[in-house]
Nanobody
Framework: QLQLVESGGGVVQPGTSLRLSCAASGFTLDYYAIGWFRQAPGKEREGVSCISSRGGSTSYAASVKGRFTISRDNDKNTAYLQMNSLKPEDTGVYYC????????????????????WGQGTQVTVSS
């Protein structure tokens, strides 16, 4: 059974960093693009970043570009989201998701494109 488990969330002050992890079990990540999404209270889920299954292509939402970095380690069956210079508006539940696109270069930050989801990890940025 395909399973994704996020970890690494927490409560941090503005300007600091966090690294989220997304561990897969029941399948190998090699052929799956991985996306990170977040949902703030009262708001819709938004796409944050995506990395292609080969790892050579990435995509970021404008609000996080230059601050967040997505990566993957297929040997560890894990993907990561390094979040630097965190802002209060980055607060929310962060989800990772996986999808097997036909093209191994394809990326997307549209939630509707993804087929498997984790349960989420809470990130709170507050002074």
């Amino acid at each position: 059974q395909l399973q994704l488990v996020e970890s690494g969330g927490g409560v941090v002050q503005p300007g600091t960093s966090l690294r989220l992890s997304c561990a897969a079990s029941g399948f190998t990540l090699d052929y799956y693009a991985i996306g990170w999404f977040r949902q703030a209270p009262g708001k819709e889920r938004e796409g944050v970043s995506c990395i292609s299954s080969r790892g050579g292509s990435t995509s970021y939402a404008a609000s996080v570009k230059g601050r967040f970095t997505i990566s993957r380690d297929n040997d560890k069956n894990t993907a990561y989201l390094q979040m630097n210079s965190l802002k209060p508006e980055d607060t929310g539940v962060y989800y990772c998701a996986a999808v097997r696109f036909t093209s191994r270069r394809r990326v997307s930050i549209l939630a509707a494109d993804f087929t498997s989801w984790g349960q989420g990890t809470q990130v709170t940025v507050s002074s």
